[in-house]
């Protein structure tokens, strides 16, 4: 992961992911908010501009197994390899977890 020093000003991919996972879930802030992320994987975001529950502003606690596996912002973060997580598994799981989400709304019966 990267140190918050991602060039021009881009985001986190994980963090992107995320957000996009969020969104297709209908997902909102601002506040603490709680959800399950694809695989299993349990989710606290912190959507807002204040520290909450020790979670730095606009960062996303995940867990595996009741294990962290990271806290990731938009300018990056730590992922720890807990249950075989990396940052490239997460990023695949929550995107394909994207498409399943957004497919959901699109069913008309």
Request: glycine share 16%; proline share 7%.
């Amino acid at each position: 992961m990267t140190d918050g020093t991602l060039p021009n000003g881009a985001m986190s991919e994980l963090f992107v992911a995320i957000a996009d996972y969020c969104n297709g879930l209908g997902i909102k802030g601002p506040g603490m908010l709680r959800f399950d992320g694809p695989s299993k994987l349990k989710c606290k975001l912190n959507a807002t501009g204040e520290k909450q529950e020790n979670l730095p502003p606009y960062s996303c606690l995940i867990e595996s197994g009741g294990w962290p596996v990271g806290v990731i912002d938009p300018y990056g973060g730590v992922v720890s390899p807990i249950n075989g997580w990396t940052e490239d598994k997460l990023i695949v799981a929550f995107n394909a977890g994207t498409i399943d989400a957004s497919s959901e709304g699109d069913n008309d019966g």
